[in-house]
Protein backbone atom coordinates (compact mmCIF):
# COMPACT_ATOMS: atom_id res chain seq x y z
CA UNK A 1 0.00 0.00 0.00
CA UNK A 2 1.83 3.29 -1.06
CA UNK A 3 2.03 6.18 1.54
CA UNK A 4 0.44 9.51 0.30
CA UNK A 5 4.20 10.88 -0.96
CA UNK A 6 4.85 7.60 -2.23
CA UNK A 7 1.48 8.61 -4.56
CA UNK A 8 2.32 11.85 -4.95
CA UNK A 9 5.95 11.05 -6.06
CA UNK A 10 4.87 8.88 -8.89
CA UNK A 11 1.91 11.76 -10.33
CA UNK A 12 5.34 14.15 -10.31
CA UNK A 13 7.56 11.46 -11.94
CA UNK A 14 4.38 10.50 -14.29
CA UNK A 15 4.06 14.08 -15.08
CA UNK A 16 7.60 14.69 -15.81
CA UNK A 17 7.50 11.34 -18.16
CA UNK A 18 4.69 12.40 -19.94
CA UNK A 19 4.23 16.11 -19.66
CA UNK A 20 0.62 16.28 -21.19
CA UNK A 21 -1.95 17.52 -19.47
CA UNK A 22 -5.49 19.19 -20.13
CA UNK A 23 -5.71 22.28 -18.49
CA UNK A 24 -8.14 25.06 -17.72
CA UNK A 25 -9.75 27.53 -16.22
CA UNK A 26 -11.98 26.24 -13.22
CA UNK A 27 -15.26 25.78 -13.65
CA UNK A 28 -15.01 27.30 -17.47
CA UNK A 29 -16.02 23.28 -18.57
CA UNK A 30 -13.28 24.00 -21.40
CA UNK A 31 -9.86 22.58 -20.86
CA UNK A 32 -7.24 22.15 -23.55
CA UNK A 33 -4.63 19.58 -24.08
CA UNK A 34 -0.88 21.94 -22.82
CA UNK A 35 2.17 20.48 -22.64
CA UNK A 36 3.61 20.94 -19.13
CA UNK A 37 7.13 22.09 -18.53
CA UNK A 38 8.91 21.83 -15.05
CA UNK A 39 11.80 23.20 -13.37
CA UNK A 40 14.69 20.54 -13.30
CA UNK A 41 13.77 17.77 -10.91
CA UNK A 42 11.39 19.68 -8.36
CA UNK A 43 8.68 17.72 -7.03
CA UNK A 44 6.71 20.52 -6.93
CA UNK A 45 5.09 23.31 -8.95
CA UNK A 46 5.16 26.20 -10.36
CA UNK A 47 4.34 23.82 -13.49
CA UNK A 48 4.97 26.27 -17.22
CA UNK A 49 2.97 26.08 -20.12
CA UNK A 50 3.80 28.20 -23.66
CA UNK A 51 1.50 29.51 -25.35
CA UNK A 52 0.06 32.46 -27.42
CA UNK A 53 -1.10 35.70 -26.16
CA UNK A 54 -3.70 35.33 -28.79
CA UNK A 55 -5.37 32.02 -27.48
CA UNK A 56 -8.43 31.90 -25.62
CA UNK A 57 -7.19 30.53 -22.43
CA UNK A 58 -4.95 33.18 -22.10
CA UNK A 59 -7.54 36.02 -22.29
CA UNK A 60 -9.78 33.68 -20.07
CA UNK A 61 -6.83 33.50 -17.39
CA UNK A 62 -6.24 37.22 -17.95
CA UNK A 63 -4.60 38.80 -15.09
CA UNK A 64 -5.35 35.53 -12.81
CA UNK A 65 -8.07 32.83 -12.56
CA UNK A 66 -8.15 29.56 -10.47
CA UNK A 67 -7.13 26.52 -12.76
CA UNK A 68 -7.23 22.94 -13.11
CA UNK A 69 -6.13 19.96 -14.82
CA UNK A 70 -6.56 16.83 -15.62
CA UNK A 71 -3.68 14.57 -15.90
CA UNK A 72 -4.07 10.79 -17.47
CA UNK A 73 -0.77 8.91 -17.45
CA UNK A 74 0.43 7.09 -21.12
CA UNK A 75 0.14 3.63 -19.47
CA UNK A 76 -3.40 4.72 -17.94
CA UNK A 77 -1.45 3.47 -14.46
CA UNK A 78 -1.99 7.10 -12.62
CA UNK A 79 -5.06 9.76 -13.12
CA UNK A 80 -5.30 12.89 -11.57
CA UNK A 81 -7.19 15.96 -11.30
CA UNK A 82 -5.09 19.06 -9.96
CA UNK A 83 -6.66 22.46 -8.86
CA UNK A 84 -4.17 25.39 -8.34
CA UNK A 85 -3.98 29.22 -9.55
CA UNK A 86 -3.15 30.46 -13.36
CA UNK A 87 -1.30 33.48 -13.75
CA UNK A 88 0.55 34.85 -16.87
CA UNK A 89 4.20 35.95 -17.67
CA UNK A 90 6.93 37.37 -20.10
CA UNK A 91 9.40 36.16 -17.43
CA UNK A 92 12.26 36.42 -19.50
CA UNK A 93 14.90 34.32 -17.55
CA UNK A 94 12.21 31.81 -17.19
CA UNK A 95 11.79 31.49 -21.06
CA UNK A 96 15.46 31.38 -21.73
CA UNK A 97 15.34 28.56 -18.57
CA UNK A 98 12.81 26.55 -20.12
CA UNK A 99 13.17 27.00 -23.60
CA UNK A 100 13.72 23.60 -25.91
CA UNK A 101 13.51 22.44 -29.28
CA UNK A 102 9.41 21.44 -29.00
CA UNK A 103 8.57 24.64 -27.86
CA UNK A 104 10.73 26.30 -30.72
CA UNK A 105 8.43 24.60 -32.97
CA UNK A 106 5.77 26.81 -32.10
CA UNK A 107 7.19 29.99 -32.03
CA UNK A 108 9.30 32.52 -34.23
CA UNK A 109 12.31 32.09 -31.38
CA UNK A 110 12.55 33.48 -28.11
CA UNK A 111 11.93 36.81 -28.62
CA UNK A 112 8.47 36.01 -30.76
CA UNK A 113 5.94 38.96 -29.32
CA UNK A 114 3.31 36.32 -29.16
CA UNK A 115 5.01 34.30 -26.43
CA UNK A 116 3.26 33.97 -23.48
CA UNK A 117 3.91 31.77 -20.15
CA UNK A 118 1.32 30.09 -18.34
CA UNK A 119 1.96 29.68 -14.43
CA UNK A 120 0.10 27.07 -12.77
CA UNK A 121 1.00 27.27 -9.00
CA UNK A 122 -0.70 23.55 -7.98
CA UNK A 123 -2.29 23.47 -4.89
CA UNK A 124 -4.20 19.99 -4.82
CA UNK A 125 -4.65 16.76 -6.96
CA UNK A 126 -6.93 14.01 -6.44
CA UNK A 127 -5.09 11.10 -8.01
CA UNK A 128 -5.52 7.63 -8.58
CA UNK A 129 -3.15 4.68 -9.32
CA UNK A 130 -4.38 2.33 -12.16
CA UNK A 131 -1.18 -0.31 -11.53
CA UNK A 132 -2.87 -3.44 -11.09
CA UNK A 133 -5.76 -3.20 -13.95
CA UNK A 134 -5.03 -6.45 -15.69
CA UNK A 135 -4.91 -8.39 -11.92
CA UNK A 136 -7.88 -6.57 -11.14
CA UNK A 137 -10.07 -8.09 -14.48
CA UNK A 138 -8.56 -11.25 -13.24
CA UNK A 139 -9.41 -11.59 -9.70
CA UNK A 140 -12.84 -10.45 -10.93
CA UNK A 141 -13.69 -13.18 -12.67
CA UNK A 142 -11.89 -15.18 -10.23
CA UNK A 143 -14.73 -13.91 -7.48
CA UNK A 144 -12.33 -11.67 -5.98
CA UNK A 145 -13.67 -8.01 -4.70
CA UNK A 146 -10.55 -5.41 -6.68
CA UNK A 147 -12.08 -2.70 -4.57
CA UNK A 148 -10.13 -3.72 -1.69
CA UNK A 149 -6.89 -3.64 -3.81
CA UNK A 150 -7.93 -0.01 -5.07
CA UNK A 151 -8.90 1.25 -1.60
CA UNK A 152 -5.16 2.39 -0.57
CA UNK A 153 -4.35 3.82 -4.17
CA UNK A 154 -6.54 6.87 -4.19
CA UNK A 155 -5.22 9.83 -2.48
CA UNK A 156 -6.18 13.62 -1.94
CA UNK A 157 -2.89 14.92 -1.59
CA UNK A 158 -1.24 18.68 -1.27
CA UNK A 159 1.07 19.71 -3.97
CA UNK A 160 2.05 22.90 -2.79
Do not use: C
Not at 61 to 83: C, M, Q, R
Not at 103 to 115: L, M, N, R, S
Request: no cysteine; hydrophobic share 40%; glycine share 10%.
Amino acid sequence: MPSESEIKAKFWKHLKSDMTIMLGVEGSGEAQPMTAQLDGDRESGPVWFFTSKETDLAKAIGAGAPGEAYFASKGHDLFAGVTGDLSLSTDRATIERLWNPFVAAWFEGKDDPKIQLIRFDVQHAHIWLNENNIFAGVKMLLGGDPKKDYKDKVADVPLS
